[in-house]
């Protein structure tokens, strides 16, 4: 199981946790892009790290040309020596068009699987100076001249991971993406009732199994040493869950659970002019809810969860303390025993049969 941390702020901040994670053991290192670029962040984190595989989680991907895109990717993976991952999200319209200042096209798990393709193709041009001939109804990439051509590299091509929320993007995911960032906004119940079932379906679509992707642990979830500090990350999650429970296009998490009229309720929060509306979004979350949403586990119980309940993972986050000695000396007792743990990878009760692949 690799384990990662997060990594991100004003560039000048970044450089010391990436050290920190590479000296503490961490497996990978990922960052977001809400206020501040997630390429840049992760060329600092590659500069000042020499092990740890880098990942943004994610990069928005509608607001950029795929083959802008393409180059920094090709750029970071040789910079970073072949530790880079690319992880890419849609966003949602609101964003796209008024904080952006993008044009919205219908069918984003469509045009997701063509920008995939796109990347996908422009590496190829790059690394074997083979013809660009993608032609789609979102995207077209036919021209490569040398002098534009940056040329191979001596690593492989970036893995690209997609975020999922709605049933289509995990179909795309299924078809044409190495790996399966869940969104933040998630529960287990939804992963394996929604995510999991489409990202299959989008596997058999192309011929391939699950061996052909990767999966990060999805749902919230809170570890602690005792029940005091679950109580207190549980009390945490508060902020997050009616701040994404606001956005009408992540209903499909409440709904799962009985709740969507308390996501409309957030959402019409969201939209008032209430100048306490954010604080009184977070208090309408009530225990009952938190405990819902979120798995917990004390640290020694941790490898038993992660065994039982994130069996078709191969990658989760883990941020414990490590400010003085002996906080760095259970971090790397709790990691170490994470580390070791081998899971199949594969979701239950859904295998897929070889045939499948075959056909």
Known sequence: MKIGTGVGGWLAQVPEAARRADELGYDFVSCGELSHDSILTMTVAAQNSERVELQTSVTIAFPRSPLVLAYEAWDLQAFSKGRFSLGLGSQVKGHNERRFGMPWQPGPANRMREYIKFLKMAWDVFQNNSRPNFVGKYYQFTLMTPNFNPGPIEYPRPKVFLACVGDAMARTAGEVADGVLPHGFMTDKYMREVVLPNVKIGLERAGRDWSDIELSGGGFTVFGENESEIEQGLERLKQPISFYGSTRSYHEVFEVHGLKD??????????????????????????DILRTFAQTSTYDKLPQFIAEHREYASRISLGMPTRTPAERERFQHVLKQVQAIKTPGVPRGLEIKKEAKAG
């Open 262 to 287: 308390f996501g409309m309720q957030l959402h019409a929060l969201s939209i008032s002019d209430k100048p306490n509306k954010w604080e009184e979004m977070r208090n309408l979350v009530t225990e």
